[in-house]
């Protein structure tokens, strides 16, 4: 079992910036890919970033890169999301997930994510 909490959400304006970070516990992480979600009201939930174990492979989604940067320190099993340059479409609820495998290489947008925190907000003004 793997325990998710997430933190850093926030109402930011348009351009500005925001650090997301996701405290794991029960389980270290340093096996695991780890990878961002959010879901915004009436959409479906989207992989923002993923990041493979020993930070070997990354994954972000096409409107977030060059803005968002997915990082992991597994010395304290929590995962980061910096989001620069945010837009009010990036508003969401954001979630921290992990798999139930640990990561044997393949690209950590293609595992099946199990274990979810509770989310945190985020609301871009325009």
């Known amino acids: 079992q793997v325990q998710l909490v997430e933190s850093g959400g926030g109402l930011v304006q348009t351009g500005e910036s925001l650090r997301l970070s996701c405290a794991a516990s029960?389980?270290?992480?340093?096996?695991?890919?780890m990878g961002w979600f959010r879901q915004a009201p009436g959409k479906e939930r989207e992989l923002v970033a993923a990041?493979?174990?020993?930070?070997?492979?990354?994954y972000y989604v096409t409107p977030v890169k060059g803005r968002f940067t997915i990082s992991r320190d597994d010395a304290k099993n929590e995962v980061y999301l910096q989001m620069n340059s945010l837009k009010p479409e990036d508003t969401a609820v954001y979630y921290c997930?992990?798999?139930?495998?640990?990561?044997?290489?393949?690209?950590?947008?293609?595992?099946?994510?199990?274990?979810w925190g509770q989310g945190t907000q985020v609301t871009v003004s325009s």
């Open positions: 997930a992990a798999p139930l495998e640990r990561d044997y290489g393949r690209d950590p947008d293609r595992y099946e994510y199990t274990y």
């Open positions: 029960g389980r270290t992480i340093s096996a695991l890919a």
């Open positions: 990041i493979g174990r020993r930070n070997n492979k990354y």
